[in-house]
């Protein structure tokens, strides 16, 4: 499968925990974003990477909420101290360069319930 | 800030009838996407549309863009129970993220 993949699919945690989620793109994709959604809402951006670096960041990413792409490759993003409100659906998508690969490739998701 | 507003935001059809979902963003995008989504499941990629005046269709799906009104729909032929879903617009532009709309949820009835 060359899609981009998520792991884990589900996680259930207790409030105050940390979790990290991980994510491999496309393997020829550079760019990689993170979306969280939240229960019957669309997708909201959380970040975005080119190759390793973060280039931008929404001001939905607290400071509890920190995004790594070591070497330009997988992702993973870190919740500290998780709160009952960061339960939601966390996506992950990917794309490539150049004026053709403008459509983003979404992955299965992680859902987060914080209990 | 670019936003994007779907309408209707619940849509019960009868199995059989046409209807059309409409999408309006808020500042000049280059791209415009529609996605499905089923429950507890990611995106589901169905068009991307690139230019003005520009239509796609896919079996009992059909979606245009006027971009000079900033405005998409998206046109269900004949529905069936299986387009039963979530259906999302999002628009972007360059390598920005992706700005979506809050979903318009449809079910099929018969």
């Known amino acids: 499968d060359t899609g981009v993949s998520q792991d884990p699919r589900h996680k259930i945690t207790k409030r105050g925990q940390n979790v990290t989620f991980r994510c491999d793109p496309i393997?020829?994709?550079?760019?990689l974003y993170w979306y969280r959604q939240t229960l019957g809402q669309g997708p909201e951006f959380l970040t975005y990477?080119?190759?390793?670096?973060?280039?931008?960041k929404s001001r939905l990413l607290s400071d509890r909420f920190s995004a790594e792409r070591p070497k330009g490759s997988f992702s993973t993003l870190e919740i500290q101290r998780t709160e009952q409100g960061d339960s939601a659906m966390y996506l992950c998508?990917?794309?490539?360069?150049?004026?053709?690969?403008?459509?983003?490739?979404f992955g299965p998701g992680t859902r987060l319930t914080v209990t | 800030e670019l936003k994007v507003e779907q309408n209707p935001l619940f849509l019960s059809m009868q199995e059989g009838k046409n209807y059309t979902i409409y999408c309006n963003y808020s500042?000049?995008?280059?791209?415009l996407y529609w996605y499905r989504q089923d429950p507890g499941k990611s995106l589901e990629s169905l068009f991307v549309?690139?230019?003005?005046?520009a239509v796609k269709q896919e079996g009992r799906l059909m979606a245009s863009l006027d971009t000079k009104a900033r405005l998409s729909t998206l046109h269900i032929t004949a529905a069936v129970h299986d387009l039963s879903a979530t259906y999302f617009c999002?628009?972007?532009?360059?390598?920005?993220?992706?700005?979506f709309g809050k979903g318009t949820r449809l079910s099929v009835i018969a």
């Open positions: 998508a990917s794309r490539g360069t150049g004026l053709k690969y403008y459509e983003q490739y």
């Open positions: 549309l690139l230019s003005n005046g």
């Open positions: 500042t000049t995008s280059d791209r």
């Open positions: 999002a628009v972007d532009r360059g390598n920005t993220p992706l700005v």
């Open positions: 393997s020829e994709h550079n760019r």
């Open positions: 990477f080119q190759n390793e670096a973060q280039l931008e």
